[in-house]
């Protein structure tokens, strides 16, 4: 929902407009001065809020500056709670997922924000060390959704052993239980790759950068997981000569 949405009450509208004032801006004076270079004072002074209230919406400088992703990432999380299983492969669910969640986004206010938050990425290491934290998070999060809420295909029965195995917190399961939960697992990092690999080549573009071009981007690369899981190594001719 955008701020100006009439369905929200009027806090949560205003709520919503200095959340999107305080990434903006955040953006703009991070790509001019640099991310190390502007303190979180100058950041709420410029847009006269408090860092109370900028602690509100936001952990830390690294938290306001990923928001773009981390919002298409937490839209992810609320589609796959109602999306239907339709009985696909579990890597296909999860990218119809991702690609109801980027169709959710601000048409082309987000994809602005996106890329000025990746450029801006590519010279703050701590925000890749955020992403890095963030992407777990959602990524146990999905997993948890996707064993509470879908029946998937029993584990092959010569792939696992007949007694318990562990299952972290979740304590003790059997190991048909701990590989269905490691092909989750695998599936939502395939997923994430791919939407990294996509991310990476529409951010590089030299112009183009819509919501619609990411989604044709992530749909070419996830087309190619097939390919990447079936394809062998061969020795190069040169190699093979010696």
């Known amino acids: ?136 998070r959602v990524s146990e999060e999905a997993a948890a959704v996707t064993a509470r809420r879908f029946a998937l295909d029993p584990a092959r029965k010569d792939a696992v052993e007949k007694e318990p195995v562990k299952r972290g917190a979740a304590g003790e399961g059997t190991a048909e239980e701990g590989v269905a939960a490691l092909r989750i697992r695998l599936a939502l990092d395939m997923l994430v790759s791919a939407f990294h690999q996509a991310l990476a080549a529409w951010v590089a573009q030299p112009a183009g950068h819509t919501r619609e071009d990411l989604t044709r981007r992530l749909r070419a690369t996830c087309a190619e997981l097939p390919g990447a899981l079936a394809v062998t190594a061969e020795p190069r001719v040169e190699d093979a000569a010696r």
């Open 1 to 136: 929902m955008t701020p100006e949405n009439p369905v929200l009450p009027l806090r949560e509208r205003k709520k919503l407009r200095t959340r999107q004032a305080l990434i903006d801006t955040a953006l703009e004076l991070f790509g001019e001065r640099g991310f190390d270079r502007v303190t979180l004072d100058q950041l709420c002074e410029a847009v006269e809020v408090s860092k109370r209230t900028f602690f509100r919406a936001f952990s830390s400088k690294e938290d306001v500056a990923a928001a773009p992703t981390q919002d298409l990432w937490t839209a992810f999380l609320e589609v796959l709670e109602d999306h239907p299983p339709q009985g696909r492969p579990l890597v296909s669910l999860y990218e119809e997922v991702l690609v109801e969640a980027i169709a959710l986004m601000p048409r082309e206010i987000w994809a602005q924000r996106v890329l000025a938050s990746r450029r801006l990425a590519a010279d703050t290491p701590s925000m890749d060390a955020h992403g890095l934290a963030f992407c777990n």
